[in-house]
Protein backbone atom coordinates (compact mmCIF):
# COMPACT_ATOMS: atom_id res chain seq x y z
CA UNK A 1 0.00 0.00 0.00
CA UNK A 2 3.09 2.26 1.24
CA UNK A 3 4.66 1.68 -1.89
CA UNK A 4 1.41 2.03 -4.14
CA UNK A 5 1.08 5.90 -2.51
CA UNK A 6 4.51 6.69 -3.31
CA UNK A 7 4.55 5.67 -6.67
CA UNK A 8 0.98 7.36 -6.89
CA UNK A 9 2.28 11.12 -5.43
CA UNK A 10 5.41 10.38 -7.64
CA UNK A 11 3.58 10.42 -10.92
CA UNK A 12 1.09 14.09 -10.17
CA UNK A 13 4.72 15.79 -9.16
CA UNK A 14 5.98 14.81 -12.16
CA UNK A 15 3.02 15.35 -14.30
CA UNK A 16 2.98 18.91 -12.53
CA UNK A 17 6.17 19.63 -13.58
CA UNK A 18 5.62 18.14 -17.54
CA UNK A 19 2.23 20.38 -17.18
CA UNK A 20 4.48 23.57 -15.39
CA UNK A 21 7.18 22.94 -18.53
CA UNK A 22 5.15 23.25 -20.95
CA UNK A 23 3.30 26.42 -19.72
CA UNK A 24 6.31 27.96 -18.97
CA UNK A 25 7.40 27.10 -22.70
CA UNK A 26 4.81 28.33 -24.43
CA UNK A 27 4.35 31.33 -22.36
CA UNK A 28 7.58 31.84 -23.66
CA UNK A 29 8.16 34.19 -27.38
CA UNK A 30 9.32 32.66 -30.59
CA UNK A 31 12.78 34.15 -31.88
CA UNK A 32 12.29 37.35 -34.00
CA UNK A 33 11.81 37.12 -37.75
CA UNK A 34 9.81 38.34 -40.67
CA UNK A 35 6.21 37.58 -40.43
CA UNK A 36 5.19 37.58 -44.00
CA UNK A 37 1.76 36.83 -45.66
CA UNK A 38 -0.79 36.78 -42.75
CA UNK A 39 -1.94 33.20 -44.24
CA UNK A 40 0.81 31.66 -45.87
CA UNK A 41 3.71 33.56 -43.68
CA UNK A 42 6.94 34.32 -45.39
CA UNK A 43 7.10 32.98 -48.94
CA UNK A 44 10.03 31.48 -51.20
CA UNK A 45 10.05 34.42 -53.46
CA UNK A 46 11.08 36.68 -50.08
CA UNK A 47 13.72 34.28 -49.59
CA UNK A 48 14.94 34.44 -52.93
CA UNK A 49 17.33 32.61 -55.09
CA UNK A 50 20.25 33.08 -52.92
CA UNK A 51 18.89 32.99 -49.48
CA UNK A 52 22.32 32.81 -47.86
CA UNK A 53 22.18 36.65 -48.26
CA UNK A 54 18.62 36.61 -47.09
CA UNK A 55 19.34 35.04 -44.14
CA UNK A 56 22.24 37.16 -43.80
CA UNK A 57 20.21 40.71 -44.42
CA UNK A 58 17.56 38.99 -41.50
CA UNK A 59 20.28 38.15 -38.64
CA UNK A 60 21.09 41.85 -38.92
CA UNK A 61 17.97 42.89 -38.01
CA UNK A 62 16.55 40.39 -36.02
CA UNK A 63 19.59 38.65 -34.28
CA UNK A 64 21.59 35.42 -34.32
CA UNK A 65 18.22 33.34 -34.16
CA UNK A 66 15.99 34.10 -36.95
CA UNK A 67 12.19 32.21 -36.82
CA UNK A 68 9.67 32.47 -39.60
CA UNK A 69 6.65 30.43 -40.95
CA UNK A 70 6.18 29.40 -44.60
CA UNK A 71 2.69 27.99 -44.58
CA UNK A 72 2.29 25.49 -41.21
CA UNK A 73 5.62 25.01 -41.66
CA UNK A 74 8.25 26.46 -38.89
CA UNK A 75 11.65 27.90 -39.64
CA UNK A 76 14.79 28.80 -37.49
CA UNK A 77 17.71 30.08 -39.26
CA UNK A 78 20.89 30.35 -37.00
CA UNK A 79 23.24 32.82 -37.94
CA UNK A 80 25.98 32.62 -35.44
CA UNK A 81 29.14 30.33 -34.22
CA UNK A 82 27.54 30.64 -30.63
CA UNK A 83 24.24 29.32 -31.43
CA UNK A 84 25.33 27.03 -34.14
CA UNK A 85 27.46 25.38 -31.19
CA UNK A 86 25.05 25.53 -28.38
CA UNK A 87 22.16 24.03 -30.59
CA UNK A 88 23.25 21.68 -33.12
CA UNK A 89 26.51 20.39 -31.36
CA UNK A 90 25.82 20.69 -27.77
CA UNK A 91 22.47 19.51 -28.58
CA UNK A 92 23.05 17.12 -30.56
CA UNK A 93 20.81 14.37 -29.56
CA UNK A 94 17.35 16.75 -30.07
CA UNK A 95 18.93 19.11 -33.43
CA UNK A 96 19.93 15.94 -35.51
CA UNK A 97 16.38 14.87 -37.23
CA UNK A 98 15.96 16.07 -40.61
CA UNK A 99 12.34 17.88 -41.51
CA UNK A 100 9.91 15.53 -43.14
CA UNK A 101 9.19 16.88 -46.69
CA UNK A 102 5.41 15.17 -47.79
CA UNK A 103 6.61 15.67 -51.25
CA UNK A 104 9.75 14.30 -50.96
CA UNK A 105 9.76 11.49 -48.74
CA UNK A 106 6.27 9.88 -49.19
CA UNK A 107 5.51 10.74 -52.95
CA UNK A 108 8.96 10.56 -54.30
CA UNK A 109 9.84 7.50 -51.84
CA UNK A 110 13.34 9.76 -50.45
CA UNK A 111 12.44 8.99 -47.26
CA UNK A 112 15.37 6.39 -46.93
CA UNK A 113 17.87 8.60 -48.71
CA UNK A 114 21.06 8.94 -46.41
CA UNK A 115 20.12 13.01 -46.54
CA UNK A 116 16.57 12.34 -45.11
CA UNK A 117 17.07 9.85 -43.06
CA UNK A 118 15.66 10.18 -39.31
CA UNK A 119 18.13 10.22 -36.78
CA UNK A 120 15.35 8.28 -34.70
CA UNK A 121 15.25 5.38 -36.81
CA UNK A 122 17.45 2.51 -36.74
CA UNK A 123 19.07 2.83 -40.43
CA UNK A 124 20.11 6.38 -39.48
CA UNK A 125 22.69 4.16 -37.39
CA UNK A 126 23.17 1.42 -39.86
CA UNK A 127 23.86 4.26 -42.99
CA UNK A 128 26.45 6.06 -40.11
CA UNK A 129 28.21 2.80 -39.47
CA UNK A 130 28.65 1.91 -42.99
CA UNK A 131 30.16 5.26 -44.68
CA UNK A 132 32.18 5.10 -41.62
CA UNK A 133 33.90 2.09 -42.35
CA UNK A 134 33.95 2.70 -46.19
CA UNK A 135 35.28 5.92 -45.73
CA UNK A 136 37.76 5.58 -42.66
CA UNK A 137 41.55 6.39 -43.40
CA UNK A 138 42.40 2.83 -43.41
CA UNK A 139 39.96 2.24 -46.41
CA UNK A 140 40.79 5.38 -48.26
CA UNK A 141 44.07 4.62 -48.29
CA UNK A 142 43.80 1.51 -50.21
CA UNK A 143 41.67 4.08 -52.63
CA UNK A 144 44.64 6.59 -53.06
CA UNK A 145 46.32 5.29 -55.88
CA UNK A 146 42.29 6.01 -57.78
CA UNK A 147 42.43 9.22 -56.55
CA UNK A 148 45.57 9.62 -58.12
CA UNK A 149 45.15 7.65 -61.25
CA UNK A 150 41.84 9.96 -61.89
CA UNK A 151 43.86 13.33 -60.99
CA UNK A 152 46.57 12.17 -64.12
CA UNK A 153 43.63 11.69 -66.24
CA UNK A 154 42.71 15.23 -65.35
CA UNK A 155 45.90 16.71 -65.44
CA UNK A 156 46.22 15.27 -69.10
CA UNK A 157 42.74 16.48 -70.08
CA UNK A 158 43.69 19.70 -68.90
CA UNK A 159 46.94 20.38 -70.95
CA UNK A 160 45.06 19.59 -74.32
CA UNK A 161 41.29 21.44 -73.25
CA UNK A 162 42.38 23.76 -70.80
CA UNK A 163 38.97 25.86 -71.60
CA UNK A 164 37.08 22.96 -70.39
CA UNK A 165 38.34 22.88 -67.00
CA UNK A 166 34.72 22.73 -65.03
CA UNK A 167 33.74 19.94 -67.09
CA UNK A 168 37.39 18.01 -66.49
CA UNK A 169 36.71 18.51 -62.19
CA UNK A 170 33.26 17.31 -62.51
CA UNK A 171 34.39 14.42 -64.32
CA UNK A 172 37.16 14.10 -61.78
CA UNK A 173 35.46 13.85 -59.36
CA UNK A 174 32.37 11.58 -60.74
CA UNK A 175 35.13 8.83 -61.86
CA UNK A 176 36.85 9.24 -58.23
CA UNK A 177 33.94 8.32 -56.36
CA UNK A 178 32.32 5.74 -58.84
CA UNK A 179 35.46 4.05 -58.94
CA UNK A 180 35.41 3.75 -54.90
CA UNK A 181 31.76 3.30 -54.41
CA UNK A 182 31.44 0.82 -57.11
CA UNK A 183 34.50 -0.41 -58.67
CA UNK A 184 33.27 1.18 -61.87
CA UNK A 185 35.87 2.77 -63.84
CA UNK A 186 34.57 6.24 -65.85
CA UNK A 187 36.42 6.29 -69.32
CA UNK A 188 34.24 8.82 -71.30
CA UNK A 189 33.01 12.45 -70.56
CA UNK A 190 29.62 10.94 -71.35
CA UNK A 191 29.33 7.61 -68.94
CA UNK A 192 25.66 6.46 -68.28
CA UNK A 193 26.25 6.13 -64.65
CA UNK A 194 27.57 9.75 -64.57
CA UNK A 195 24.54 10.80 -66.44
CA UNK A 196 22.13 9.20 -63.93
CA UNK A 197 23.53 10.79 -60.60
CA UNK A 198 24.13 13.65 -61.81
CA UNK A 199 20.48 14.23 -63.47
CA UNK A 200 19.51 13.69 -59.85
CA UNK A 201 21.16 15.79 -58.18
CA UNK A 202 19.80 18.49 -59.90
CA UNK A 203 16.45 17.06 -59.36
CA UNK A 204 17.04 16.72 -55.44
CA UNK A 205 18.20 20.17 -55.84
CA UNK A 206 14.49 21.77 -57.54
CA UNK A 207 12.61 19.75 -55.25
CA UNK A 208 13.93 20.65 -52.13
CA UNK A 209 14.12 24.13 -52.33
CA UNK A 210 11.57 25.63 -49.88
CA UNK A 211 8.24 26.40 -50.22
CA UNK A 212 8.07 24.96 -53.81
CA UNK A 213 5.15 22.64 -53.28
CA UNK A 214 2.74 23.83 -50.78
CA UNK A 215 1.43 19.65 -50.81
CA UNK A 216 4.63 19.72 -48.46
CA UNK A 217 2.41 22.20 -46.16
CA UNK A 218 -0.62 21.21 -47.45
CA UNK A 219 -0.89 17.16 -47.90
CA UNK A 220 -4.47 17.25 -48.79
CA UNK A 221 -3.76 19.15 -51.74
CA UNK A 222 -2.23 15.62 -53.15
CA UNK A 223 -5.65 14.50 -54.02
CA UNK A 224 -6.23 17.23 -56.51
CA UNK A 225 -6.40 15.41 -59.95
CA UNK A 226 -3.72 16.32 -62.13
CA UNK A 227 -5.30 17.70 -64.96
CA UNK A 228 -7.23 20.42 -62.67
CA UNK A 229 -5.11 23.75 -62.81
CA UNK A 230 -1.97 24.17 -61.01
CA UNK A 231 -1.69 20.59 -59.96
CA UNK A 232 1.21 20.53 -62.41
CA UNK A 233 3.11 18.74 -59.66
CA UNK A 234 1.51 15.79 -60.01
CA UNK A 235 3.34 14.68 -63.81
CA UNK A 236 6.80 16.43 -62.12
CA UNK A 237 7.04 14.39 -59.42
CA UNK A 238 6.51 11.30 -61.61
CA UNK A 239 9.02 11.80 -63.53
CA UNK A 240 11.18 12.47 -60.47
CA UNK A 241 10.28 9.08 -58.87
CA UNK A 242 11.11 7.80 -62.31
CA UNK A 243 14.54 9.09 -62.48
CA UNK A 244 15.91 8.38 -58.92
CA UNK A 245 15.07 5.27 -58.48
CA UNK A 246 17.94 4.72 -61.32
CA UNK A 247 20.40 5.74 -59.13
CA UNK A 248 19.86 3.04 -56.47
CA UNK A 249 19.51 -0.19 -58.91
CA UNK A 250 21.46 0.60 -61.43
CA UNK A 251 25.17 1.12 -60.68
CA UNK A 252 24.40 -1.73 -57.54
CA UNK A 253 22.89 -4.47 -60.11
CA UNK A 254 26.32 -3.67 -62.28
CA UNK A 255 28.65 -4.35 -59.00
CA UNK A 256 26.77 -7.65 -58.22
CA UNK A 257 26.70 -8.85 -61.88
CA UNK A 258 30.91 -8.20 -61.57
CA UNK A 259 30.50 -9.86 -58.43
CA UNK A 260 28.94 -12.80 -60.24
CA UNK A 261 31.58 -13.35 -63.33
CA UNK A 262 34.64 -12.71 -60.60
CA UNK A 263 35.83 -9.72 -62.60
CA UNK A 264 35.03 -6.80 -59.58
CA UNK A 265 37.33 -4.11 -58.37
CA UNK A 266 37.30 -4.09 -54.67
CA UNK A 267 34.92 -1.30 -53.61
CA UNK A 268 32.92 0.25 -50.77
CA UNK A 269 29.34 -1.62 -52.21
CA UNK A 270 31.62 -5.25 -52.88
CA UNK A 271 33.12 -4.81 -49.47
CA UNK A 272 29.64 -4.37 -47.85
CA UNK A 273 27.70 -7.10 -49.74
CA UNK A 274 30.95 -9.64 -49.01
CA UNK A 275 30.86 -9.61 -45.17
CA UNK A 276 33.95 -10.90 -43.37
CA UNK A 277 31.91 -13.76 -41.93
CA UNK A 278 30.59 -14.37 -45.44
CA UNK A 279 26.68 -14.32 -44.43
CA UNK A 280 24.18 -13.59 -46.76
CA UNK A 281 22.27 -10.60 -47.01
CA UNK A 282 18.92 -9.65 -45.81
CA UNK A 283 16.90 -7.87 -48.39
CA UNK A 284 17.31 -4.48 -45.76
CA UNK A 285 20.41 -4.94 -45.64
CA UNK A 286 20.95 -4.71 -49.49
CA UNK A 287 18.94 -1.77 -49.48
CA UNK A 288 21.04 0.17 -46.67
CA UNK A 289 24.03 -0.60 -49.17
CA UNK A 290 21.92 0.92 -52.23
CA UNK A 291 21.14 4.07 -50.21
CA UNK A 292 24.31 4.84 -48.42
CA UNK A 293 26.43 3.87 -52.34
CA UNK A 294 24.21 6.19 -53.88
CA UNK A 295 24.45 8.44 -50.78
CA UNK A 296 28.29 8.62 -51.33
CA UNK A 297 27.97 9.99 -54.91
CA UNK A 298 25.43 12.58 -54.43
CA UNK A 299 27.51 13.91 -51.27
CA UNK A 300 30.46 13.93 -52.95
CA UNK A 301 30.61 15.05 -56.35
CA UNK A 302 28.87 18.39 -56.40
CA UNK A 303 30.80 19.35 -53.57
CA UNK A 304 34.24 18.48 -54.20
CA UNK A 305 33.49 20.42 -57.77
CA UNK A 306 32.00 23.27 -55.78
CA UNK A 307 35.84 24.01 -53.65
CA UNK A 308 36.99 23.24 -57.15
CA UNK A 309 35.50 26.10 -58.56
CA UNK A 310 36.54 28.55 -55.73
CA UNK A 311 40.25 27.40 -55.80
CA UNK A 312 40.16 28.71 -59.93
CA UNK A 313 38.32 31.77 -59.17
CA UNK A 314 40.29 32.48 -56.19
CA UNK A 315 43.79 31.90 -58.23
CA UNK A 316 42.77 33.63 -61.09
CA UNK A 317 41.84 36.95 -58.93
CA UNK A 318 44.80 36.37 -56.54
CA UNK A 319 48.15 35.72 -58.68
CA UNK A 320 50.64 36.60 -55.80
CA UNK A 321 48.60 34.03 -53.40
CA UNK A 322 49.09 31.59 -56.62
CA UNK A 323 52.85 31.75 -57.01
CA UNK A 324 53.04 31.90 -53.22
CA UNK A 325 51.56 28.19 -53.07
CA UNK A 326 53.47 27.22 -56.01
CA UNK A 327 56.71 28.09 -54.61
CA UNK A 328 56.15 26.29 -51.44
CA UNK A 329 55.47 23.67 -53.30
CA UNK A 330 58.71 23.87 -55.52
CA UNK A 331 60.59 23.73 -52.37
CA UNK A 332 58.90 20.32 -51.60
CA UNK A 333 58.80 18.77 -54.75
CA UNK A 334 61.96 19.71 -56.85
CA UNK A 335 64.90 17.27 -56.58
CA UNK A 336 67.60 19.27 -55.10
CA UNK A 337 68.43 22.68 -54.05
CA UNK A 338 69.76 23.92 -57.53
CA UNK A 339 66.77 22.71 -59.55
CA UNK A 340 63.86 24.94 -59.70
CA UNK A 341 61.41 22.39 -61.70
CA UNK A 342 59.00 20.29 -60.30
CA UNK A 343 59.86 16.41 -60.14
CA UNK A 344 57.29 14.38 -58.86
CA UNK A 345 53.19 14.87 -58.56
CA UNK A 346 52.34 15.67 -54.60
CA UNK A 347 51.28 12.68 -52.74
CA UNK A 348 48.95 11.44 -49.74
CA UNK A 349 52.17 11.39 -47.45
CA UNK A 350 53.02 15.24 -48.15
CA UNK A 351 49.96 15.97 -46.30
CA UNK A 352 51.31 18.50 -43.55
CA UNK A 353 54.55 19.33 -45.34
CA UNK A 354 53.07 22.66 -47.05
CA UNK A 355 51.49 24.54 -44.18
CA UNK A 356 50.67 27.76 -47.19
CA UNK A 357 48.93 25.50 -49.33
CA UNK A 358 46.73 24.04 -46.32
CA UNK A 359 45.97 27.49 -45.22
CA UNK A 360 44.97 28.19 -48.80
CA UNK A 361 42.24 25.26 -48.87
CA UNK A 362 40.87 26.14 -45.43
CA UNK A 363 40.70 29.34 -47.17
CA UNK A 364 38.86 28.24 -50.18
CA UNK A 365 35.99 26.22 -48.15
CA UNK A 366 35.63 29.52 -45.77
CA UNK A 367 35.51 31.90 -49.12
CA UNK A 368 33.31 30.02 -51.19
CA UNK A 369 30.71 28.39 -48.58
CA UNK A 370 30.44 24.99 -50.78
CA UNK A 371 27.02 24.36 -48.85
CA UNK A 372 26.08 27.88 -47.42
CA UNK A 373 22.80 26.50 -45.25
CA UNK A 374 23.99 23.05 -45.31
CA UNK A 375 21.01 20.79 -45.26
CA UNK A 376 18.42 21.66 -42.37
CA UNK A 377 18.09 19.60 -39.61
CA UNK A 378 15.25 19.05 -37.50
CA UNK A 379 14.35 19.33 -33.96
CA UNK A 380 12.86 16.45 -32.13
CA UNK A 381 11.52 18.15 -28.89
CA UNK A 382 10.44 21.19 -27.65
CA UNK A 383 13.18 23.34 -26.44
CA UNK A 384 14.24 26.59 -24.99
CA UNK A 385 17.24 29.01 -25.75
CA UNK A 386 18.16 32.32 -24.78
CA UNK A 387 15.46 33.00 -23.51
CA UNK A 388 13.16 32.23 -26.66
CA UNK A 389 10.66 28.80 -27.07
CA UNK A 390 11.84 26.61 -30.11
CA UNK A 391 8.75 24.58 -31.71
CA UNK A 392 9.13 20.68 -31.89
CA UNK A 393 9.09 20.16 -35.50
CA UNK A 394 11.29 23.49 -36.27
CA UNK A 395 13.31 23.11 -39.22
CA UNK A 396 16.57 24.56 -38.19
CA UNK A 397 19.01 26.40 -41.00
CA UNK A 398 22.89 26.92 -39.86
CA UNK A 399 23.87 29.69 -42.24
CA UNK A 400 27.30 29.13 -42.75
CA UNK A 401 27.56 31.68 -44.95
CA UNK A 402 26.94 34.30 -42.40
CA UNK A 403 29.73 32.37 -39.85
CA UNK A 404 32.35 32.54 -42.92
CA UNK A 405 31.73 36.09 -43.84
CA UNK A 406 31.61 37.13 -40.18
CA UNK A 407 34.04 40.43 -39.91
CA UNK A 408 34.76 39.97 -36.87
CA UNK A 409 35.60 36.01 -36.81
CA UNK A 410 37.39 36.35 -39.94
CA UNK A 411 38.69 40.23 -40.28
CA UNK A 412 38.01 41.67 -44.39
CA UNK A 413 36.14 38.36 -45.00
CA UNK A 414 35.64 39.20 -48.67
CA UNK A 415 39.32 38.91 -48.99
CA UNK A 416 40.78 35.51 -49.86
CA UNK A 417 43.61 35.20 -47.91
CA UNK A 418 45.29 32.21 -46.24
CA UNK A 419 47.25 33.91 -44.27
CA UNK A 420 44.97 34.87 -41.76
CA UNK A 421 45.12 30.56 -40.79
CA UNK A 422 48.98 30.92 -40.70
CA UNK A 423 49.39 33.65 -38.62
CA UNK A 424 46.08 34.96 -36.94
CA UNK A 425 44.29 32.33 -34.62
CA UNK A 426 41.05 32.58 -37.07
CA UNK A 427 38.80 29.55 -36.45
CA UNK A 428 39.11 26.31 -38.86
CA UNK A 429 36.42 26.70 -41.38
CA UNK A 430 36.22 23.47 -41.22
CA UNK A 431 34.45 23.21 -38.16
CA UNK A 432 31.86 24.57 -39.98
CA UNK A 433 31.40 23.95 -43.29
CA UNK A 434 31.33 20.02 -43.03
CA UNK A 435 27.91 20.52 -40.96
CA UNK A 436 27.25 19.61 -37.70
CA UNK A 437 26.20 17.04 -34.85
CA UNK A 438 25.50 13.75 -35.36
CA UNK A 439 25.00 14.96 -39.68
CA UNK A 440 28.31 16.23 -39.95
CA UNK A 441 29.50 15.54 -43.52
CA UNK A 442 30.95 11.37 -43.45
CA UNK A 443 33.10 12.26 -46.34
CA UNK A 444 34.81 15.27 -44.51
CA UNK A 445 38.52 14.34 -43.64
CA UNK A 446 39.49 11.16 -45.46
CA UNK A 447 37.71 11.95 -48.69
CA UNK A 448 36.78 15.50 -49.32
CA UNK A 449 40.50 16.98 -48.00
CA UNK A 450 42.35 14.62 -49.29
CA UNK A 451 40.57 14.63 -52.64
CA UNK A 452 41.00 18.74 -52.21
CA UNK A 453 44.58 18.66 -51.78
CA UNK A 454 45.92 16.61 -54.33
CA UNK A 455 43.47 17.95 -56.77
CA UNK A 456 44.66 21.45 -55.58
CA UNK A 457 48.41 20.58 -55.10
CA UNK A 458 49.11 18.77 -58.73
CA UNK A 459 47.46 21.51 -60.52
CA UNK A 460 49.51 23.74 -59.08
CA UNK A 461 52.86 21.85 -59.71
CA UNK A 462 51.59 21.69 -63.50
CA UNK A 463 49.78 24.55 -64.86
CA UNK A 464 49.45 28.01 -64.05
CA UNK A 465 46.38 29.76 -63.72
CA UNK A 466 45.38 32.86 -65.72
CA UNK A 467 42.52 34.94 -66.46
CA UNK A 468 41.07 34.93 -69.93
CA UNK A 469 41.57 37.74 -72.04
CA UNK A 470 39.18 39.35 -74.60
CA UNK A 471 39.79 39.78 -78.29
CA UNK A 472 41.62 43.25 -76.95
CA UNK A 473 44.08 41.41 -74.89
CA UNK A 474 42.48 42.95 -71.59
CA UNK A 475 41.94 40.49 -68.42
CA UNK A 476 38.37 39.04 -68.05
CA UNK A 477 37.72 38.72 -63.74
CA UNK A 478 35.25 35.93 -63.00
CA UNK A 479 32.91 38.11 -60.24
CA UNK A 480 32.65 35.64 -57.00
CA UNK A 481 28.82 35.54 -57.45
CA UNK A 482 27.18 31.59 -56.10
CA UNK A 483 24.14 29.78 -57.58
CA UNK A 484 21.75 28.55 -55.64
CA UNK A 485 21.06 24.70 -55.07
CA UNK A 486 22.37 22.63 -51.89
CA UNK A 487 25.65 23.00 -52.91
CA UNK A 488 26.19 26.54 -54.25
CA UNK A 489 28.47 27.07 -57.94
CA UNK A 490 30.70 29.99 -59.33
CA UNK A 491 28.59 30.40 -62.51
CA UNK A 492 30.38 28.57 -65.26
CA UNK A 493 33.67 29.95 -65.45
CA UNK A 494 34.65 29.12 -69.19
CA UNK A 495 35.94 32.95 -68.91
CA UNK A 496 39.41 31.80 -67.29
CA UNK A 497 41.75 29.93 -68.61
CA UNK A 498 44.52 27.25 -67.21
C1 LIG B 1 34.22 20.06 -49.92
C2 LIG B 1 33.57 18.95 -49.75
C3 LIG B 1 32.34 18.74 -48.90
C4 LIG B 1 31.61 19.62 -48.16
C5 LIG B 1 31.85 21.11 -47.96
C6 LIG B 1 30.52 18.87 -47.55
C7 LIG B 1 29.57 19.42 -46.72
C8 LIG B 1 28.51 18.71 -46.19
C9 LIG B 1 27.47 19.30 -45.37
C10 LIG B 1 27.39 20.78 -44.98
C11 LIG B 1 26.61 18.31 -45.04
C12 LIG B 1 25.35 18.46 -44.18
C13 LIG B 1 25.69 18.22 -42.73
C14 LIG B 1 24.56 18.57 -41.80
O1 LIG B 1 23.41 18.28 -42.10
O2 LIG B 1 24.83 19.15 -40.73
C15 LIG B 1 27.09 17.09 -45.64
C16 LIG B 1 26.46 15.87 -45.54
C17 LIG B 1 26.86 14.75 -46.20
N1 LIG B 1 28.02 14.59 -46.95
FE1 LIG B 1 29.38 16.03 -47.34
N2 LIG B 1 30.62 17.56 -47.92
C18 LIG B 1 31.71 17.43 -48.75
C19 LIG B 1 32.19 16.26 -49.33
C20 LIG B 1 31.61 15.03 -49.18
C21 LIG B 1 32.15 13.79 -49.72
C22 LIG B 1 33.46 13.69 -50.51
C23 LIG B 1 31.25 12.79 -49.41
C24 LIG B 1 31.31 11.32 -49.72
C25 LIG B 1 32.19 10.72 -50.44
C26 LIG B 1 30.16 13.41 -48.67
C27 LIG B 1 29.04 12.73 -48.20
C28 LIG B 1 28.05 13.31 -47.44
C29 LIG B 1 26.86 12.59 -46.99
C30 LIG B 1 26.51 11.14 -47.31
C31 LIG B 1 26.12 13.49 -46.19
C32 LIG B 1 24.78 13.24 -45.49
C33 LIG B 1 25.00 12.93 -44.01
C34 LIG B 1 23.68 12.78 -43.23
O3 LIG B 1 22.67 13.37 -43.56
O4 LIG B 1 23.70 12.05 -42.22
N3 LIG B 1 30.41 14.75 -48.55
N4 LIG B 1 28.26 17.36 -46.33
Not at 126 to 131: A, D, H, L, S, T
Not at 242 to 263: C, D, F, S, T
Not at 327 to 352: F, H, M, N, P, V
Amino acid sequence: MLVYNAVFLLTIILSIAIVNRRVRLSRRRLPPGPIGHILFGVQSRDIGDQPWKTYTTWSKRYGPLTYFRMARRQFLVLSSVQAVTDLLEKRASIYSDRPRKYVWDEIVGRKHSVFNISSRSERFRKYRWMMGSGLNSKAIQEYTQFFERENQVMLQALHKDPGNFAKLLRRNAGATIMQITYGYHVTTDDDPFIEIVETNNALSAKAMAPGRYLVDSFPFLRFIPSWFPGAHFHAELKEFQRYLNRENEIPYRWVREQMAKGAHDESFVSRLVLPPGGQTLSWEEEDCIKWTAAGLYSGGADTTVSAMLTFFMAMVLYPNIQRRAQDELASLLSKGQEEDCICRLSRTKDRGKLPYVEALIKEVLRWGSVAPVALPHSLVQDDEYMGYRIPKGTTVIANIWALMQDPYTYPNPEAFNPERFLSANQPDPRSFVFGFGRRMCPGRQQFAELSLFLQITSILATYNIFPYLDWDGKEILPVREYVNGIVTYVPPLQDSLV
